[in-house]
């Protein structure tokens, strides 16, 4: 068993423990590393983030995510650990949509609903992938009709490491037919380097002043709600834990937030989101291009899965997935993901580690 102190570096055997061939295609882990020690794992199996290596305040390297140890675990993974998440991630009510007259069924498999772009979508799906300087570029083509939606859509996504601790991740797509789109990665972060503990003590801060609520089945039911004054006030940074537990609707159907919020108006040079893990002094910030980000406190957890000697449990691991809104398609109120032969979806998201 490795301890999470020895989760392995990226040796030789390391590296062949996520190398495979699939169908034909090559699968293999790329690094990037920097000056200060930063390292990031990639694999070309969902395009996926495998783990990332930063220091602590006392100079202390270890993974902040949750991760595998190998690549048949990855591929039997449930909860999207660090893949790429489309066509359209997150939920479609109903798992129906109409787009220019035409209705579109895709599956359900969220209950009555629709998940993440499917079964064995982009994110358990070999990508082709080029090294590039200090970045790794994957792209797939996701065929016309895969898991009923419309359009062959051509999906790029770079990972660069810089100098400053940022992994920069840009995400284009263009299709030949009228679609959707919405690209995200599902990284899940516990900034302690100890993913054995919650993340309930890690403090965040949300530039968002609404939320959209959710039915029992968490479908956005259309409205934007002021977070002021519920549990879902982030605007002044606050422990995860200190009212995920509150008697409150929208906790109970997320079982914890997993909510999207509404990101505000703001310089592209601030952050979306800071979060700050005080024993480590860990920071993260969150900068994006996006309108919304889904916070998700892995209120789905339950130990199945496993990777550095940990079975990881409740509450272990947050995700902050940049994101078009969640049933968008269905909610003409919310901005757009729909996509136009033509036209070019550009999305960048950024990760940037610091010590506070
Ligand atoms: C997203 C969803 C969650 C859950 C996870 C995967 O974050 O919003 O409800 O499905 O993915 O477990």
Known sequence: MISPEQHPSPEPEYMNAFSDTIDGKKVELFLLRNDNGMEVALSNYGAAIVSIRVPDKNGKIEDVT????????????????????????????????????????????????????????????????????????????????????????????????KADNSLVIDYTATTDQPTVVNLTNHVYFNLSGDPSRTILNHEVAIRSSQFTPVDSTLIPTGELKAVKGTPFDFSASKPIGRDINMDDQQLVFGKGYDHNFVLDKRNPSEAAVVVVEPVSGRKMEVFTTQPGVQFYTGNFLNGTEKGRGVSYAYRTGFCLETQQFPDAPNKSQFPSPVLRPGEKWVGQTIYRFSIQ
């Open 66 to 161: 949750l991760s595998y140890d190998n690549l048949s675990d990855l591929r039997a993974g449930k909860s999207y650990f660090g893949c790429i998440v489309g066509r359209f991630a997150n939920r479609i009510g109903g798992a129906q949509f109409t787009l220019d007259g035409v209705t579109y069924n895709v599956p359900k498999n969220d209950g009555n609903n629709a998940l993440h772009g499917g079964v064995n979508s982009i994110d358990k799906q070999v990508w082709k992938a080029r090294k590039m300087n200090d970045a790794i570029r994957f792209t797939i083509d996701i065929p016309d009709g895969e898991n009923g939606y419309p359009g062959t859509m051509k999906v790029t996504v770079v990972y660069s490491l």
